[in-house]
């Protein structure tokens, strides 16, 4: 792919397939045609998911040269935001809030459990490729803590007997 930013050619090593190109354009549809990089959030999601889950840099440039921006513009927010991966995680991502709330009603406790239940610590992917543990600051559910994401979908008020539910509806 090349592609053509303030009269300089950026190539990319990686291209992005075109059903991820049509989700991205759902987007940028959205915004002004000089505008496109204002989908830069919602489209390293969609490349995010359609890529194993995880955003590589070849990945990161050809989604910088389809929208038209320089490729640190998108390493900027990949990098900000904990809700993108830059490392292979498990199919499962178990994401814990640790933050004060959370923390304040066993976060630690969670921790301690998904460690020893899945065998790995924070960073890590069970040997199989199905779980990886994320700790992450505040995901917006205190009245729910302690709580995780896993697939997009929060569970709150956590025991442990809740979490090998959650673990063993998804094995």
Same mark, same amino acid.
């Given at each position: 792919?090349?592609?053509?930013?303030?009269?300089?050619?950026?190539?990319? /090593?990686?291209?992005?397939?075109?059903?991820?190109?049509?989700?991205? !354009?759902?987007?940028?549809?959205k915004?002004? #045609?000089?505008?496109?990089?204002?989908?830069?959030?919602?489209?390293l999601?969609?490349?995010? !998911?359609?890529?194993?889950?995880?955003?590589?840099?070849?990945?990161?440039?050809?989604?910088?040269?389809y929208?038209?921006?320089?490729?640190?513009?998108?390493?900027?927010?990949?990098?900000?935001?904990?809700?993108?991966?830059?490392?292979?995680?498990? /199919?499962? #991502?178990?994401?814990? +809030?640790?933050?004060?709330s959370?923390?304040?009603?066993?976060?630690?406790?969670?921790?301690?459990?998904?460690?020893?239940?899945?065998?790995?610590?924070v960073?890590?992917?069970?040997?199989?490729?199905?779980?990886?543990?994320?700790e992450?600051? +505040?995901?917006?559910?205190c009245?729910?803590?302690?709580?995780?994401?896993l697939? #997009?979908?929060?569970?709150?008020?956590?025991?442990?007997? #809740?979490?090998?539910?959650?673990?063993?509806?998804? /094995?």
């Amino acid at each position: 792919m090349v592609v053509t930013l303030e009269n300089k050619a950026i190539s990319s /090593k990686q291209e992005l397939s075109s059903e991820v190109l049509a989700k991205i !354009d759902s987007w940028t549809a959205k915004y002004p #045609k000089d505008q496109r990089q204002s989908a830069v959030i919602p489209a390293l999601h969609i490349v995010q !998911d359609a890529y194993d889950g995880s955003l590589t840099s070849d990945l990161m440039d050809a989604l910088a040269a389809y929208l038209g921006m320089p490729n640190i513009s998108v390493y900027e927010v990949a990098t900000f935001y904990s809700m993108y991966e830059h490392k292979p995680v498990g /199919k499962n #991502k178990l994401s814990v +809030c640790t933050n004060i709330s959370c923390m304040l009603r066993g976060s630690d406790n969670v921790l301690a459990h998904l460690k020893t239940r899945l065998g790995i610590s924070v960073g890590e992917m069970t040997e199989d490729g199905k779980f990886s543990i994320k700790e992450v600051e +505040c995901m917006g559910a205190c009245g729910g803590a302690p709580m995780l994401e896993l697939n #997009k979908v929060y569970y709150e008020n956590l025991t442990p007997e #809740k979490l090998d539910e959650i673990i063993d509806a998804v /094995k």
